[in-house]
């Protein structure tokens, strides 16, 4: 037997290569992590972590678009530990309910916004995006069959698009390299381009002209399909894990007619752009469409604990429960009444402390007005926000906007200045994103735009 270990007794090299014998980690190269060795993140507060060497790290991306409130957060410290002594878990299925999973439940209707008369009042529960999304897959499904028109089987995603990690969630997503290990897409999902106007616009195109150009995809892919084959299209609001991708401001419309014209259900994925990411408690209601289902998870707890879930609209609902009977589908964790309290209690934060508000009306605008400044700098093709996500593409000629060489990984070169440097950013190609938590002041705006500009001197310095 291996000798009892006591967490607090090891150094770094202790650590890493327990990690490297025993955790297999997401999304990794397994063999790249074993010859450097994780970072070992050992605690956290506001916007900063700190690692095992004491290196402090201001994290940019909110963990993974999740801590939304900050770290160090007591409110959801405390009502966990209570939640846990009064009632640690039980299930939600065989008609039995808890307190918080029903108070969360009403909470998350009062907070969704109608668009057009279209209105939210029922939740379904899981543990993650990529469970949720699942169940969109379930209750679209289902929901066609209820129709009387079971033949609508098709559910059509975008190139680069992120759903989560499942088989459906990754079928779903659009991204290559995981389709690529598995056989994924699984059968009855496809994919439309993606409105990536710094990369797919034609020379001279306007950003409005693309907007309509690339929603276009979906109706040609509809058509190519035969409408009566097509049960529903889900996209994010903003494209996150593909490189925080922003449609322009007529994309949105323009899908909206399309999925009215052809009755088609609209999933709004929205892991990473609700609870004040963009600005609104959903993102659906800045661009002003109207979704079926809306799927969240991350910052619904600001990913204290793990939750999920869907927003199921009046039109899905409706049938599901008035026609369907059982709907054989859940989780052992859905309504989990720990993670409901914690989500309770980020919610009350954060309107307390009115974050959502802020990103709207003060630190959104002030983030977009500095981190414009950066499109300055000579490694800098473009740089964009929306809400507190933003993005920057690094380019090997500034005037004609050319792309470096996939194989410097210009990007990743980037993102290892930033570590050196005491900064979280993602690298995705040579995008580099941030998604902040929300409770940044003007001062660590100022002086993660400082760590940039520094984090693009060095790369800067390296790659030319
Ligand atoms: N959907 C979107 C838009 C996401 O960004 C993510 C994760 O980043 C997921 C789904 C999957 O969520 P999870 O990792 O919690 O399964």
Known sequence: MNAPIKPEHLNTREIQSLDSAHFLHPFTDHGDLATRGARVITHADNIYVWDSEGNKILDA??????VNAGYGRKELADAAHAQMMTLPFYNSFFQTTNVPAVKLAAKLASLAPSVGGRTFQHVFYS???SESNDSNVRMVRRYWDLMGQPQRKIIIGRHNGYHGS????????????MHAQGDLPIPNITHVEQPYFFENALPGESEADFGVRAAGFLEAKILELGADKVAAFIAEPVQGAGGVIIPPATYWPEIQRIVDKYGILLISDEVICAFGRLGHWFAYEK?????????FAKAVTSGYVPLGGVMVGDRVAKVLIEQGGEFNHGYTYSGHPVACAVALANIELMERENLVGRVKDDIGPYLAKRFAELADHPLVGVAETCGFVAGLVLVKDKATKTAFDPNLAVGMVCRKHCFGNGLIMRAVGDRMIIAPPLVMTHAQIDEMIDLIKRCLDATLEEVR
């Open 61 to 66: 991306m909110s963990g993974l678009w999740c």
């Open 127 to 129: 543990s993650s995006g």
């Open 166 to 177: 499942t088989m459906a969630g990754a079928s779903l997503g659009g991204m290559s390299g």
């Open 287 to 295: 661009f002003g469409y109207r979704p079926d289902l809306v799927t």
